[in-house]
Nanobody, 115 residues
Framework: QVQLVESGGGLVQPGGSLRLSCAAS????????MAWYRQAPGKQRELVAT???????NYADSVKGRFTISRDNAKSTVYLQINSLKPEDTAVYYC?????????WGQGTQVTVSS
């Protein structure tokens, strides 16, 4: 069983920045494709960004140019750098790890953007 633990969320002002972290327990972390999702109250969970085991990245249109996903395989950690935050970015952000039939989720970390 793989455990994913997100951290780094909090309350920030519009235009501010945060760096979210997702620490994984997997010994083969480097083989997993990783992703960040978010879910705002009353809305469906949406895919924000992905990074494959080969470090190929993709982003939702709403976050392109503002969010950056990265990974440090030596630390078994994936990051989401979020800049120029907007109120509509407010959501619980979830880390996801996929490898073949394996699919794991973290518990989420709250990001609130408000003045």
């Amino acid at each position: 069983q793989v455990q994913l633990v997100e951290s780094g969320g909090g309350l920030v002002q519009p235009g501010g920045s945060l760096r979210l972290s997702c620490a994984a327990s997997a010994s083969i972390f480097s083989f997993y494709d990783m992703a960040w999702y978010r879910q705002a109250p009353g809305k469906q969970r949406e895919l924000v960004a992905t990074i494959t085991s080969g470090r190929s990245t993709n982003y939702a249109d709403s976050v392109k140019g503002r969010f950056t996903i990265s990974r440090d395989n030596a630390k078994s950690t994936v990051y989401l750098q979020i800049n120029s935050l907007k109120p509509e970015d407010t959501a619980v952000y979830y880390c996801n790890a996929v490898y073949g039939k394996l699919n794991y989720w973290g518990q989420g970390t709250q990001v609130t953007v408000s003045s």
